[in-house]
């Protein structure tokens, strides 16, 4: 069974601090998705990841991918009270006999920046 | 105007009723798909279309059925709604980046259904 674990699950942070939330899958693949959901809206699109060691950074934000560990992680820098969401990772389900293009996301972390 | 749009935004019906949300696109793309999310649950792939004659389930697609009318409009339905139904419905579409087999998803604002 194809699998994406996100841990943590729930996450209070304050503000100014360091955090990263991890996503690990079990199937070899090497095209990974960051999304963020703001409470009571839809899934905006953060970074795409393409091949082993992509990283990629936009403002507070850095996704990395490590196909090999079969790991993602999202890297939150001194944090702040905007970057409060949800964060979903998601992977291509290609490599499980599914359709290339068809995500299976994980549960997502519920990210709390407090001042 | 937004890309992806869903009607009804909100619902609630009863137990046994039959109800339809639909979902259309002005992005131009092929592929369209419909999610439900449940807190603590992430979402989960119902059905998929690649284009108007293909139709696949997925992983939760018992007391659900799917209709694509044309390449922009892909509508969900639940023949006869249970209280456990009761969701975060999105439509997504996407198409592939070329010669990256890459196919980034677009999600629709969600229609928000209770099922009492």
């Known amino acids: 069974e194809l699998k994406v674990e996100q841990n943590p699950l729930f996450l209070s942070m304050q503000e100014g601090k360091n955090y990263t939330i991890y996503c690990n899958y079990s199937?070899?693949?090497?095209?990974l998705y960051w999304y963020r959901q703001d409470p009571g809206k839809s899934l905006e699109s953060l970074f795409v990841?393409?091949?082993?060691?992509a990283v990629k950074q936009e403002g507070r934000l850095m996704a990395s991918l490590d196909t090999k560990a079969r790991l993602s992680t999202l890297h939150i820098t001194a944090a702040v009270h905007d970057l409060s969401a949800t964060y979903f990772c998601?992977?291509?389900?290609?490599?499980?006999?599914?359709?290339?293009?068809?995500?299976?996301f994980g549960k997502g972390t519920k990210l709390s920046v407090k001042p | 105007d937004a890309d992806v749009t869903q009607t009804p935004r909100n619902r609630i019906t009863k137990t046994g009723k039959r109800i339809m949300l639909e979902c259309s696109q002005t992005?131009?793309?092929?592929?369209m798909y419909w999610y439900r999310q449940d807190p603590g649950l992430g979402l989960r792939l119902i059905y998929y279309?690649?284009?108007?004659?293909?139709?696949n389930k997925g992983e939760i697609s018992d007391g659900y059925s799917v209709s694509r009318q044309a390449q922009a409009k892909f509508s969900l339905s639940l023949e006869s709604a249970i209280p456990n139904q009761t969701a975060l419905y999105f439509c997504?579409?996407?198409?592939?980046?070329?010669?990256?087999?890459?196919?980034?998803?677009?999600f629709g604002p969600g229609t928000r259904l209770t099922v009492t």
């Open positions: 990841l393409l091949s082993n060691g």
């Open positions: 992005k131009g793309h092929d592929r």
């Open positions: 998601a992977v291509d389900w290609l490599h499980y006999g599914g359709s290339q293009g068809n995500l299976i």
């Open positions: 997504a579409t996407s198409e592939e980046r070329p010669g990256q087999g890459l196919y980034e998803q677009y």
């Open positions: 199937t070899t693949s090497d095209r």
């Open positions: 279309s690649f284009d108007v004659k293909d139709i």
